[in-house]
């Protein structure tokens, strides 16, 4: 994951020595951003397809018959998902920016 | 664009819809350290999700979004974990008393109204005071040297306000070691996390627009700081409200874990972009978000029409 070298340097327009590579970096990160969209779309849909449409009808049922779990597993749910997508779009965008270094 | 049919809420929405709006709200919460409740409980209106669910939904999808974008602050060292723990006992009891008050708005008849004037008010006021105190403080910097400007980057034309509370002693005093407070009362930062939470239950979302702008003025948080702990505030008080909302059936979490694929990846922009402006700045950049959700407020209050 990418890290500010120089805190001291940030919002400052110019920034002689240090904002150079901090400019270095974030053009670097924003072309392995550029680059892991696309990648990150194409998981997306095939989670869509997968999982979400798959999951639809077994929620429904769990909603109307236990609320109790049901709140649980959609809270289980999001915070778990949110750690998956965490995970993934950290790794592309290390190997993204192992790539176009 | 292709519609999605969601059974649990029973509507039909654009996935791609759905992603671009968690998108940029990913983008504002890992910026600002929003939940931005108000542009996604209109955003899932506008496309004929009921009341209900765009509230519960919005919430349950604010969980995942603040998750990443805290965790991201933290790995940049923008969480105060100890201030975060203290703050999530306010929080919740002050949550608790906002869903109480709109209760009881509820059963005297005129809760839209009440919670529409109010939020107008409280969102107009904030983007006022943050406002002129950045403009001010940008001012003030204009005229010195760069070394002078590095020492004090974070600084705050209201800093004498928030050095006179930090005098406040009122036992217990604690030390915020991470966010550079050598002491303050417990009371101040209970207090704090209360008023956040009570508008969390009463107005809906995070809250965030209301606990960051706290954390710098009233407990004299660095703003990178005030942004990832009030992440981590939000992340407890929306999980709260996702279980209660859950229970109540208006929680559609499918919506909810297609706009956070959007929000994810935005997220993690906001939070990386934070690195390049000074808090001055930030806050500046603030400004017009509660603006947006006044504007919408006051867009249905005129017209009737609910965005």
Known sequence: ??????????????????????????????????????VYAVLVVVYFLLVLHLLGDWLGGLMKTHPIAYAGVALALVIGQALALDGVTSLLLRVLRRRTA | MIAMFFP??????????????????????????????????????????????AVGTDLAHIVGKSVIAARRHRALGNVDLRLGFIMTFGTIGGAEVGAQLIQMLKR??????????????????????????????????????????????????????????????????????????KAISLWTIILVSFIGGLFSGFLGGGAGYIRMPMLVYVL???????????????????????????????????????????????????????????????????VPLPLIGAAIVAYTLLTGHKL
């Open chain 1, 1 to 38: 994951m990418f890290r500010a070298t120089s805190l001291e340097c940030s919002g400052e327009a110019v920034c002689d020595t240090a904002g150079g590579v901090l400019k270095k970096e974030a053009s670097k990160t924003v072309r392995a951003l550029l680059v892991e969209l696309p």
């Open chain 2, 8 to 53: 649990i809420s029973g509507v039909e929405i654009s996935p791609v819809y759905l992603v671009i709006v968690g998108f940029i709200i990913g983008v504002l919460g890992g910026f600002f350290g929003v939940g931005g409740s108000f542009i996604a409980g209109p955003a899932l209106r506008a496309v004929g999700l009921d009341w209900h669910f």
């Open chain 2, 108 to 181: 005297a008849g005129n809760v839209n109204t009440v919670v529409s004037y109010v939020s107008i008010a409280i969102y107009v006021s904030i983007s006022a005071f943050m406002m002129w105190e950045s403009w001010r403080t940008l001012r003030q910097r204009k005229g010195r040297t760069t070394a002078a400007k590095t020492a004090a980057r974070d600084e705050s034309s209201f800093r004498h306000v928030t050095r006179a509370i930090q005098r406040i002693k009122l036992w217990p005093m604690i030390a915020l070691p991470a966010s550079g407070v």
């Open chain 2, 220 to 286: 004299g948080i660095p703003t990178h700081l005030a942004v990832g702990t009030d992440l981590f505030e939000i992340v407890i008080s929306a999980s709260y409200g996702t279980f209660s909302h859950a229970l109540k059936g208006n929680v559609d979490i499918l919506i909810a874990l297609v706009m956070h694929t959007g929000a994810a990846i935005g997220a993690q922009i906001g939070a990386i972009a934070t690195q390049y402006f000074a808090g001055p700045k930030i806050r500046l950049a603030f």
